[in-house]
């Protein structure tokens, strides 16, 4: 069965620095993993999709990696900045199906 | 705006009730997604559909849900008999077919079961 870890569950950072958000998965099995951002009560935005074949996407500020054999992801954020704090949430899918199976979030806060 | 939409936004309802969502997905997307969410969780997948088919359901969608997309277009989302345990945001999200299938997701519809 395939289980999504994100470590650390909250994180708290001054303005400007640069941060890490990290995602782990059980089943390497995977057809590709999604990053998105969710802010408090709102649906989820989509940020970033790798495909398993890929090892980095990069959008603006944001830089995510893949390393399929060790199950494990990063989301890097450049320059943070008080809009950036949400929760950020990683989803995998798997091979043999279309569902996305999500971790439960990294909730962020930037602190001006 | 032409991204996914829910309607409702929020329910509330008492226990008992039947409670029923629409989601109207992006256009041209063949694929449609329901997921649950409760608070400090991910969400949880509950049932695709691409185009009218109804074609993977989770164990999560117990007897008392149902789901339809009659048209391969909106898609509705049903409880009956809501218990207090159905109080979650219900996310509905779309995709392209293909090969990439990004999915991108609505608002939500927060449900509260008294």
């Known amino acids: 069965k395939q289980e999504v870890t994100q470590i650390p569950a909250a994180l708290s950072v001054p303005e400007g620095e640069n941060l890490v958000l990290n995602c782990s998965f059980t089943?390497?099995?995977?057809?590709?993993l999604q990053w998105f951002r969710q802010d408090p009560g709102k649906g989820l935005t989509s940020l970033l999709l790798?495909?398993?074949?890929?090892r980095e996407q990069t959008s603006g500020r944001l830089n995510a990696s893949l390393d399929k054999s060790s199950g494990r992801s990063t989301l890097y954020i450049a320059a943070s900045q008080p809009g950036d704090s949400a929760t950020y949430l990683c989803?995998?899918?798997?091979?043999?199906?279309?569902?996305?199976?999500f971790g439960s979030g990294t909730r962020l806060l930037v602190r001006p | 705006d032409t991204g996914v939409s829910q309607d409702p936004r929020h329910k509330i309802t008492k226990r008992g009730q039947n409670v029923t969502f629409r989601c109207d997905p992006i256009?041209?997307?063949?694929?449609l997604y329901w997921y649950r969410q409760t608070l400090g969780q991910g969400p949880e997948f509950l049932t695709y559909?691409?185009?009218?088919?109804?074609?993977?359901k989770s164990r999560l969608l117990s007897d008392r849900f149902s789901a339809e997309r009659p048209k391969g277009s909106f898609s509705t989302l049903e409880i009956q008999r809501t218990e207090q345990g159905d109080s979650a945001m219900y996310l509905c999200?779309?995709?392209?077919?293909?090969?990439?299938?990004?999915?991108?997701f609505g608002p939500g519809t927060r449900l509260t079961v008294l």
């Open positions: 989803a995998v899918r798997r091979d043999s199906s279309y569902k996305l199976i």
């Open positions: 559909f691409q185009n009218e088919a109804q074609l993977e």
């Open positions: 790798i495909q398993s074949s890929q």
């Open positions: 256009s041209e997307h063949n694929r």
């Open positions: 999200a779309s995709s392209l077919g293909g090969s990439i299938v990004e999915q991108f």
């Open positions: 089943d390497s099995a995977i057809y590709n």
